[in-house]
Structures are given as C-alpha cells and as structure tokens.
C-alpha cells in the first residue's frame, strides 16, 4: 500500500485545525436533553436561541449542547417533525452550566422538516447540500402491510432507484444510473468486489427504525456509492418501559390460483432497566407459490416464492455515564427458496416463462446467511466539545444463485464476504464569531473485505480477493448568520487486494482456460466534496453541490474472464464520479414540494455488454444526468396526498471525444439506467380507527436499442420497456389500544404486466410476469 497520499492528508489536517477548538470557550454552557411524554429521548431536534444565531441539533440520545453563551436569560426554540414547537427559557451565568430537560408534545407531522444525518453527525435537512430521501418508522410500517419486500418498500419511496425486480436479487435497481452503497447501521452490505446484488434484501424491515437515503457520488461510507447510499438504521430498546413487546401474525398469498398461501410471524420485546436498554426481536415468513394475473406459476428462476426467510435481531445499550454509552447490534438474516417447479422458457415479446411442476436441479438457491455484528462507543464529551464516535464491526454473507451456462458443463455458484471493520469519528463544534459557528468531523476508517465467487461443486470461477483500506478523512461546515451553511470535506483513499495466482473456468466452448499470475492492486486517491445551502426562505430553500466518490471497478468480473497471464496486465483501473448537482425545497403554505437535476460523470465507467455469451464491462467515458421533483399536500387535516417523478438518462463516450453524441457512442442500457418512474399517493385517516393508503407507480418506456445483428435478439439490458403502471392498497385498523388489524393489497386492478427487468433482459427464460394481486393480512398486538 502506497502510504504518500495518507500521510500527506495527515500532514495537512494537522496544519490546518485549530488546536485550540478543544479547550472551552469561557462563557455559560447550557446542556439538555429533549424527551417525549413517555420519557423517550428524541434525536435530530432542531434547538436555537435565535437572539445570538445559535443553532444546533440534539444527538442520537436526544442530548445537546451550547457553550460559549453569555451570562443572562435566553429563549431556547425546540422543534422536530410530529412534535409542537416548544419555547423555554433558560438563565445563564458566565462560566457555569445550565441543566434543561424539554419534554416535546406529539402532533401531525410537518412533513417539510426532515431529519437527516448525511455527513455522519446529526443535522437537519435545511443544513444538507443534497439530496434526501428519508423513510420513517411510519412510512416503513405502511409499506410493509402491502409487501416486506424492502426493494418494493424502496423502489415506492425513492425516486431515482430503479423499480423493483420481483426476484431474490436487484440486478438493474440501480439510484440515479449508478450503483448503491448499502448499509446495515454503516455495516456495508453491497459487494464492490464482485457485485452480487441481493444487497437490498440484507435485513427484514421488522427490526429498521429509518432509511436513510443519500443520492449523488458520496465518498462519506467509502468504497461503492457511486450513485450514493442506502442506509438501514436498526431499532433500539429504549421504549419508556421496563419490558414490553410487539407479536404479529399474518396471512399472504394471491387471489387466483392454488397453493399461494404462506403465513409470517414477527415477535419482539423490548424495554429499559436504569442504565440498560434492550430489544430482542425475531421473524420468520414462508411464501406460498407466486401467480401472474392470469394464475400461471412464476418462473421459480430466482424468484421468491416458495420461500422461507428467517431474521434474528437484537441490539443492547447500556448508558455509562451522561457522556458515553456502549451500543452492541447483532443481525442475521437468511432467505432460501425450496420449489417445486423448473422453469419452462417463454418467447421474449410474446409467452412468458412460467414454472411447471418438477425437480430443480443442484441445490437451493438464496441468501444462506447474512450475520452482521456492531460494537459502538460514544462519548460526547471526550475532550473540550469534542464528541467520540467508535466501533468495530463484523459482517459474513453467502448466497447461492442459479445455474449458470457462462462456463464449460454450466453450474451453480455461490458468493461468499466477509467483511471486518473499525470506524473512528470525532466532531468538534466551534464558534469562529457569533455569526460563523462550525463543526468539523474528522476520523479513520479502516475495512478489510475478503470476496470470492465459486461453483457449488468445488471449482473456483472467481479468486479470493483480499482487500485492505484505510481512509481517513475530514468534512467542515460552517452556519453562517444562521441561515447559511457551507461545507467541504476531504477522504483519502489507500487500497490493496490481494489476488493469488488462479486459472480462469473455460467458456461454453470449452476454450479459454488462463492461467494468471496473482499479484498486489494499488489505488491510492483523494475524493473531495463541497456545498452550500440557504434556509432563510420557506418558500425557496435552495442548495448546490459537487461530491465525488471513489469505487474500485467490479474486480471479480474482470478476474472471471481474464484473457492476459498476470493481473497487472488487466484492466482494473477504479470509477471515479464527479456529481453536480442543484435543487431546492420549498414550502408554499401546506405545499411541500422537492426538486434537483444533477449531472454525474466518470473518466471510466461500467457498461455492462454481453460477448460471446459472456458479460464484460465497457470501460469508457460516461455521462449520466437526470431530475427528480416530489410534491404533498394535505388537502385536510386527515387527507394527505402527493408523489414524485423521476426522470435519468446516461451516454457513453466510445470514441473519447468528449462530446457524447458521435457516431460511435453509446446510451448506457437499462441494466445501469432505469425508465423513468411517477409515484403519486392518498392517505386518509378520517374515519374512527381506521386508516387507508392507495398508492399508484407508473413505469416508462426505454427503447434505445435494436436486435443484435447477428442473432437477431437483444443483447442483456437492450431489451424495450413498455410502460406499466400498478395500484396497492393498505389499511390499518385499530381495534383498541393494544390491538391491530392490517390489510395490503398489492397490485389491486390484477394487472398482467412484465417488469421491467423482465423486458430489458431480453431473452426468452427471462421473460417473466409479475405477480397478479396478493393479499398480506395480519394482525398485531403491543404490551
């Protein structure tokens, strides 16, 4: 590993912060912390006191902090969405701290505040340079009584993602033309190395208390965010009550055709004891078959029915001290499919493939385990102002897919992870005057990530790769006169994998067998990112951005089909994106509305093509841009509609020109770019108990492409997309305090449609419909 570029960011991070940031001001402090009436403590609320342009946010345990205020009496301002805005007052004497407990009251949520945490501390989206998408306990809880799914939960929520595949994995779910970087409580769950797509579907959404959603290049996690990030924050414990607990059982299945039935069952308890909070929550869900509109069986090729899931999750806190606390997760998740069908190919375009009743070859396929273990400790205090962010994670992942013909006698190959980490993140707060307050975060992050793809009979089609990175980095804002706030921040990137010597599996035509001369990868890079954003308007809340990030191109793709003797001859050469971007949020009286183009770029891309019956990747120029625009409005107090459109397109440079629009270049297929997508909703919950949700989705066309010359089809991801559209209806209904009833229906109108995977793949076994219109029926009871 090349160690220049990290000690030259060591070397000007130490020049340039201010030492004396640690050391306290001198003025009054004033500390607290903000509850519920349950005594549940709130994060992310938004505290100032607007006499001195003082702003600040609470922490993850609902505790904040000022210093550096004068002697006297102030006003502080609390809020937060679904809660009253509370003002309090607070005396403060000059060298002394002041003690506040705020105690918020619930109320309709003001669905124009939300509240994110995209640069690794907590902060309000009015201070966020970018793009957000933030799905909350509520949200996830009305999706999921239509579907669990998580890539359906999303693919509903977020716009920019692809639609969802109806199949185990998310091959083409790409955000905004590239791909995502998903994670499990900063646990990364994708694997760059050799991209394996069953990252989305990582974790049940049982156990997630938000989803945060970053779009555009974003260096913050590292490795793989090319289009940005998705991450799953778990539940914790601490409900205000000693032990108390959540069971659910609930039917599913379609409602044409035999044998669909299947049932899920979720428990959880939960609870706090003094300085001890605890939840313990398991899951278990078996799918019956799944039925197009028409009551033919699904293809079982990489489907979901038939299929039994499993997830075991628990996370314990224990509060040291008023500054720190120690937090241990632990998650497990398995998703295995045990069919009674084959898969009988369709003609693309006119029959699809469909399953009939016989014996799978090979063994089953899905996730056998997904484990993921986080140990973390935080100090709010752990010199000056400054605030300690430390763990130390474990992650252990192995699927197994279909057959696959892409080798000499076919077979089944299984995908294997391992992934250990340690993050170190300090933030310190300062003030530059009373006008200019800062934050700057600053920290290690330090990943080792074992990756290897082999045939379930023993063969090896791709080698161990052994990737070691460390990758410090450091990211300022600054809030200038309150309503300003301008951040940059700066990540070097230091990278080795490990690659022993291999020979490469032979290709269909038993040709190709090369042996390879092992050998080191270096990259050694530096991401930058920059923003601003204004929020002193309501009605225009305008930001601007440009962030990079740094991906090493899917190694394992091009170690499969190496046709040179040593790596250092093959093209392995990392992705870097430049993302530009504007957008703004605007609230014109009860009108919430959303907007932002962006423009992404890389020297080197990833077009997938498919040669010879073989998928390589296309490393030339790429341009991707596109824009998104979300809307709600409460037509009344228990009337809420609104929705999102987003629009992405993306061209290759094949002749290097610059241009983009030669005779030679390329659009970028649909297995990287997805057809546009509308979404638009009604909620309603005027009548007594009882709550409903009609959402609709409406996916565009995509035809870029025409049939391959030579075999007169389309090659994977040229396939045209027709249009669809789909309707879900959910309601929940509460019988009392403790009991409730809910009922999803996905796919209300019974529409015979293909998915869009289904058309862009372009073959005949891939041509797959939908599932016609499913039923998810349950019923909960809290104690």
């Known amino acids: 590993m090349k160690l220049r570029p990290l000690f030259l960011f060591v070397a000007l991070f130490a020049c340039f912060l201010p030492w004396n940031l640690f050391a306290q001001t001198g003025k009054g402090t004033i500390s607290g912390i903000v509850t519920d009436s349950l005594n549940q403590n709130i994060p992310f609320s938004n505290i100032s006191i607007k006499k001195l342009n003082l702003k600040t946010s609470s922490d993850k345990s609902g505790k904040f902090t000022f210093t550096g205020v004068s002697a006297g009496k102030h006003i502080l301002s609390i809020s937060i969405t679904g809660y009253e805005k509370q003002q309090k007052e607070v005396s403060v004497s000059a060298e002394g701290t002041t003690e506040v407990a705020v105690v918020l009251k619930e109320q309709q949520a003001d669905l124009s505040e939300v509240i994110v945490s995209a640069s690794r501390r907590a902060e309000s989206l009015s201070q966020t340079p970018s793009s957000v998408t933030i799905l909350t306990a509520k949200d996830i809880n009305t999706q999921s009584i239509i579907s669990p799914n998580l890539a359906n939960i999303l693919s509903y929520s977020v716009p920019g993602l692809g639609m ?100 899920r069952a979720t428990q959880q308890f939960y609870g706090k004891l003094k300085k001890f909070d605890y939840i ?81 070859p090979g063994v089953d396929e899905g996730t056998r385990f997904n484990h993921n273990a986080n140990l973390q400790y935080t100090n709010k205090k752990i010199a000056g102002n400054t605030d300690l962010t430390a763990n130390v994670y474990y992650q252990d992942f192995y699927t197994i897919y ?55 009979d023993g063969r090896a089609w791709v080698p161990k790769m052994n990737m070691l990175n460390l990758a410090p980095y450091v990211q300022a804002s600054a809030n200038i006169m309150t309503d300003l706030t301008i951040k940059a921040g700066l990540r070097s990137e230091n990278m080795d994998i490990k690659v022993n010597d291999f020979t490469t599996l032979a290709g269909p035509n038993g040709t190709g067998n090369v042996d390879v001369k092992g050998g080191t990868l270096n990259y050694n890079a530096f991401v930058f990112n920059a923003g601003a954003r204004y929020s002193a308007w309501k009605v225009f809340n305008p930001f601007i951005s440009y962030a990079q990030s740094f991906s090493v191109f899917e190694v394992g793709r091009v170690l499969r089909v190496a046709t040179s003797n040593t790596l250092a001859q093959l ?4 992705i870097i994106v430049n993302n530009y971007e504007a957008g703004f949020s605007s609230a014109l009286g009860k009108l919430n509305l959303s907007a932002a183009y962006y423009l992404s770029t890389s020297k080197l891309g990833a077009n997938l093509l498919e040669v010879d019956g073989r998928y390589i990747s296309q490393r030339i120029p790429e341009r991707v841009y596109g824009f998104e ?66 959402n609709w989705v409406h996916v565009g066309s995509r035809d870029r492409f025409k049939r391959n010359e030579k075999t007169g089809k389309y090659l994977i991801g040229e396939g045209p997309v027709k249009a669809y559209d789909l309707f879900n209806f959910a309601a929940a209904y509460k019988v009392n305090e403790a009991m409730r009833l809910n009922l999803g229906i996905e796919n209300l109108l019974n529409k015979s449609y293909y998915p869009s995977i289904s058309q862009f793949y372009g073959s005949d076994i891939n041509y797959v419909r939908g599932n016609g219109r499913r039923f998810n029926l349950a019923v909960g009871y809290a104690f």
């Open 164 to 263: 969802a595949t109806n199949q185990t994995g998310n091959s083409g779910q790409t955000l905004r033309g590239r791909s995502v970087l998903v994670l499990i409580d900063g646990i990364p769950q994708s694997t760059p190395l050799r991209a394996g797509g069953r990252d989305i579907r990582s974790i049940d959404p049982s156990v997630i208390e938000r989803v945060e959603v970053i779009k555009g290049a974003t260096a913050i996690y590292g490795n793989g965010a090319e289009g940005g990030l998705i991450n799953y924050i778990t539940k914790k414990g601490n409900s205000g009550k000693e032990f108390g607990g959540y069971s659910q059982i609930g039917l599913t299945g379609n409602t044409k055709g035999d044998s669909t039935i299947g049932y």
């Open 280 to 360: 313990v929550s398991g899951m278990y869900e078996k799918t019956g078959v799944y039925r197009d509109a028409k009551g033919l069986v699904i293809s079982p090729e990489y489907g979901l029915g038939e299929t039994k899931s499993y997830n075991g999750y628990a996370k314990l806190g224990y509060d040291i001290s008023e500054t720190q606390r120690l937090d241990l997760m632990y998650n497990y998740f398995s998703s295995r499919q045990d069919s009674r069908y084959v898969t009988k190919a369709g003609v693309y375009g006119v029959s699809p493939a469909i399953g009939v009743k016989g014996d799978r």
């Open 402 to 456: 279909s057959n696959s013909t892409s080798f000499l006698g076919g077979g089944q190959s299984a995908l294997l992870s391992t992934k250990k980490g340690a993050r170190l993140n300090l933030n310190t707060p300062f003030s530059l005057s009373e006008q200019v307050l800062m934050q700057v975060n600053y920290g290690l992050d330090v990943l080792n990530d074992k990756t290897a793809q082999n045939l379930v």
């Open 571 to 574: 093209e392995t050469k990392p």
């Open 629 to 694: 625009v979300q809307a709600d409005y409460p037509v009344l107090d228990e009337l809420l509609i609104g929705g999102n459109y987003a629009k992405v397109e993306g061209k290759g440079d094949v002749d290097d020109d610059g241009k983009f629009d030669g005779p030679t270049d390329v659009y970028l297929n649909t297995t990287r770019i997805p057809p546009s997508k509308t979404t638009a909703y009604i909620r309603y919950s005027g009548l007594k108990n009882l709550s409903v949700d009609l």
